[in-house]
């Protein structure tokens, strides 16, 4: 077997509209392309010994056990490479379920598609189950050793690159309320919603983090003082830097028992508590001199009681967790070292953060801590007797916490919500050590020892004793209050042809509203008609460049087909989505071989519009207005015939729609027809002699429509949109060069030279074509533009691209010629291969009052040389 192709999909996507995380790795079955499961001596039995958890995965039978009946009856290895990739990240802690296995059209090679929960990890699951697959079938077996460094890896990756638990927690909430979340590339950022109304966290740290609060809490003794001055019970203390000021500074706080630790740290490093000696002090000052980035020590006054921890969000407490450090519990008969094995085989610990609680570490601190209470590894503590192994509280040491949230004492939450005002943070974690938190500090000569900035929240959402909270969600409500906006407008274009066009003027009746818009187009990305990235930008990543843009209030995205198989959309869910035709373009890559399936493709983004949203289809080609059935959202079409039978159906049930009647672009709604204007004023539409671009402006004026957009700015926005080199370079750019005429068209499939032929005969004058087209489209689609060509043109010159994608010099204008010539035998044609000469050879030749229609590889060279001669 061998991997062709592996793509990573992160968006709705051609095989789910729901799933959005799938990986489709394009396999070649070879020589096990004709033989199934069961024909493989041994695979079912050595597979059921290796993974007997697959007997879980019901698969078409419906039952537990089906997919271990389906190999043991017999399937192909696509389908079981499916499950067992599913399977072994499940063995991983990764939730996955989805999947599906189709052959291509090439014999003996499949695309198998499996959900993922991180991707790095999905694409090794994938790789693993084929090398699984494969040496079962060589050798009979696969050896334990290797599924279990499969799994140990998977693990690894995952807990690389997982989000860290309070990032989670947050995002776990904003996926519960439908806030679309961005992974940014600097700094472990993410992005919380769209465009203009964007917010940024990093772990707790947001946008309404003040950079003055922040430093001041991460200056112990600076947030002391402060605190001091304003009445709060903080612990008697000094500052130091040096050990010859230790003796006075432990004079100065009242002698022991004391704690020191570093001026800066976080995380309890270089922290030690309750010294009651000069030995101790004097190790404890070299632990946290050397934690400290200024080498800076604070010895403060150690107060009896436990470590809590409460977390404020947006001036309101909105959790409390008392948190005990690392310990084992003695039971008459286990070592410690024994007991901290025996804690850390508990499955809620792991390494790190990747789990409810942290395994227990031995290290020199743990070994000193120990010893300070009399202990040693081989120490058995008594029944019920407690040994420390940490001084510190921290859960990322192996500490516990237990949630004391309904326990605080009202005196207690009034004084933590002042501080946090005090120190200036909207998410603080205040430390504070009291024997009771259940009573008012003063009471009980409880203490703040700390305020913490970007404070972890693990502790309270998955408490080891007591209520999980959802700090999450007092996030949320910081960030977004209930009513405020997270997303901006997005409408997402698709079709065979005009999707440029159309995006772009969609975007022009958007700014006549004032709005900054933002947009994607074959050209490049735009934002506020500045070009911000040239190029073909109608993938999910120049998408997502406007969706993370600040300063954008509607996004307008061309979507083609490429992208959407590679990566998916770039969003959850559009606003509108317009589909404007389906014809036979790219048929034969990646693997989309039938009008169909390609159809099956652009329907993706008229599925992924939300309820609230509307799909824009037309309703004069079957494959799409047939997408209707498919989507949940209101639909509206758009028609050249205010005649057609879907139109005037929709309509007597009260849906809208645009038409082109009586010379005019109309929407109608109920009983009304509302008049946008008459097509013969819409520069695009060629003075209404261009049918496709009477199209494209119905579709415009319909997406724009249904989002609210005043009719008068609608109008406003057809009448000024021209179908120039500025605007729309390379759609219908017309020239006038004195004598006759030229035009530019990106025309480049069958369809669109259909469409761009209603323009061309309604020319009065000769029609001469410079024709050509794409290498890596099929034989019979290259035969059919040299039929069209014959059918439209007078005269054709037949060139080629630059690029022949694959094919020899001359193959594809061979192509276009047998199409020539199967319409008309004597037609007037010649072959010149180069693209500019041919260009200049058209130009060179064109008659009084002629129409010379260049289809170009490179508009932008087409163009240039066309300008050359208006210099002239």
């Known amino acids: 077997m061998k991997i062709l192709r592996t793509n990573t999909l992160r968006g709705p996507n051609y095989w789910s509209i729901r799933y959005k995380n799938l990986i489709v790795m394009r396999l070649d079955l070879e020589e096990l392309s004709e033989k199934p499961s069961n024909e493989i001596p041994g695979f079912y039995e050595e597979l059921s010994r290796v993974l007997p958890s697959l007997i879980e995965h019901r698969c078409s039978p419906g039952c537990r056990g089906g997919f271990l009946q389906r190999v043991q009856e017999g399937t192909m290895m696509g389908h079981i490479i499916e499950h067992i990739a599913l399977e072994l990240q499940e ?44 040496s079962i079938v060589d ?18 990756i995952y807990a690389n690159s997982a989000l860290g638990p309070s990032t989670e927690a947050i995002v776990k909430e904003a996926e519960a309320r439908k806030i679309p979340w961005i992974q940014l590339s600097a700094r472990a950022m993410l992005q919380l919603g769209y465009g203009v109304h964007q917010k940024r966290l990093q772990a707790t740290l947001t946008d309404y983090s003040s950079i003055l609060a922040v430093e001041l809490a991460c200056d112990k003794e600076g947030t002391k003082l402060i605190l001091q001055d304003s009445g709060v019970p903080v612990p008697r203390g000094t500052v130091i830097q040096y050990l010859d000021d230790l003796e006075k500074a432990i004079e100065d706080v009242g002698g022991y028992p004391i704690v020191i ?42 107060y009896q009681g436990s470590d809590h921890r409460v977390l404020v969000v947006s001036g309101k407490v909105v959790a409390v967790a008392k948190r005990v450090p690392a310990h084992v519990v003695g039971d008459g008969h286990l070592t410690i070292e024994e007991l901290i094995e025996k804690t850390n085989r508990d499955p809620n610990r792991g390494e790190g953060h990747d789990n409810i609680l942290t395994k227990i570490t031995v290290d020199k601190m743990a070994l000193s801590v120990l010893s300070r209470q009399g202990y040693s590894l081989d120490t058995v503590l008594p029944p019920k007797e407690v040994a420390y192994l940490r001084a510190t509280a921290n859960l990322s040491t192996g500490g516990v916490a237990i949630d004391l949230t309904d326990d605080i004492h009202p005196e207690n939450v009034w004084l933590a919500e002042r501080i946090a005002k005090i120190v200036g943070l909207d998410i603080a974690g205040i430390d504070i050590v009291t024997p009771d938190i259940a009573k008012p500090l003063r009471d009980v000569d409880g203490v703040v020892v700390e305020v913490n900035a970007a404070p972890g929240f693990r502790m309270h959402a998955c408490p080891s004793e007591g209520l999980p909270r959802n700090v999450g969600a007092a996030v949320l409500d910081m960030l977004f209050p209930r009513g405020t906006e997270c997303r901006i ?19 022009h009746i958007y700014r006549q509203t004032q709005k900054v818009v933002g947009y994607t187009t074959t050209d490049g990305i735009y934002i506020d008609d500045h070009l911000v990235e040239k190029g073909d930008t109608t993938g999910p990543q120049s998408a997502q460049t406007i969706l993370k843009d600040p300063t954008v209030e509607v996004a307008v995205l061309e979507t083609a087909r490429g992208g959407m198989l590679r990566s ?6 559009c606003d509108v989505g317009l589909v404007l035709n389906v014809a036979a373009d790219h048929l034969g890559i990646g693997d989309i071989d039938t009008v169909e399936q390609l159809a099956h493709l652009k329907c993706v983004v008229a599925e992924t519009v939300g309820a609230e949203g509307c799909t824009v289809l037309n309703a004069d080609d079957p494959l799409v207005s047939k997408m209707a059935k498919r989507v949940k959202a209101e639909v509206a079409y758009f028609s050249m015939n205010p005649d057609n039978p879907i139109i005037q159906e929709h309509v007597r049930r009260g849906g809208l729609a645009a038409v082109y009647e ?62 120039g080199v500025n605007q729309t370079p390379g759609r219908m750019n017309l020239f006038d060069l004195g004598k006759f005429h030229a035009l530019v068209d990106y025309a480049h499939n069958p369809a669109s030279y259909e469409a761009l032929g209603g323009f061309i005969r309604n020319w009065q004058g000769e029609k001469i074509g410079v024709v050509g087209g794409p290498g890596d489209r099929r034989n019979e689609d290259l035969i059919m533009l040299g039929e069209i060509s014959a059918r439209i043109f007078d005269r054709v010159i037949v060139k080629e691209d630059d690029d022949p994608r694959g094919r020899e010099r001359g193959e594809v204008a061979d192509l276009i010629v047998k199409g020539i010539k199967e319409v008309n035998p004597d037609s007037d044609y010649e072959t010149i291969l180069n693209e500019e000469k041919a260009i200049r050879i058209g130009l060179d030749e ?17 163009i240039s040389l066309i300008k050359e001669r208006q210099k002239l």
Not at 144 to 151: K, R
Not at 568 to 573: E, I, R, S, V
Not at 712 to 723: N, Y
Request: glycine share 8%.
């Open 261 to 302: 630790k570093p001026l800066d740290g976080n995380h309890g490093r270089g922290i030690t508590i309750d010294i009651n000696s000069w030995e101790e002090a004097e190790e404890a000052y070299d632990l946290a001199s050397t934690a400290s980035k200024t080498r800076t020590v604070i010895v403060e006054r150690y």
């Open 568 to 573: 998916g959309l770039a969003f959850d869910k």
């Open 139 to 156: 050798t009979g077996t696969y050896p334990q050793s290797e599924l279990d460094q499969d799994i140990a890896d998977l693990k690894d």
């Open 846 to 862: 064109a008659s009084e009052d002629s129409l010379v229609v260049i289809l170009p590889e490179s508009v932008s060279r087409a």
């Open 489 to 507: 407008p997005i409408t997402a274009i698709t079709g065979t042809n005009g999707k440029t066009t159309t995006t772009r003027l969609i975007a």
């Open 91 to 134: 063995l991983a802690g990764m939730s996955v379920g989805f999947g599906r296995t189709r052959e291509t059209s090439e014999p003996g090679v499949y695309n198998v598609v499996f959900e993922y929960v991180e991707e790095q990890a999905g694409r090794y699951a994938g790789r693993a189950a084929v090398r699984l697959c494969q």
């Open 662 to 723: 009586n010379g005019y672009l109309s929407i109608l709604e109920g009983d009304w027809t509302l008049r946008v204007e008459k097509a013969e004023n819409v520069p695009i539409t060629m003075k209404g002699m261009a049918p496709f671009m009477i199209a494209n402006a119905l579709a415009a004026c319909l997406a724009t429509y249904v989002r609210g957009v005043d009719l008068e700015m609608i109008r406003q926005g057809v009448r000024t949109f021209t179908a």
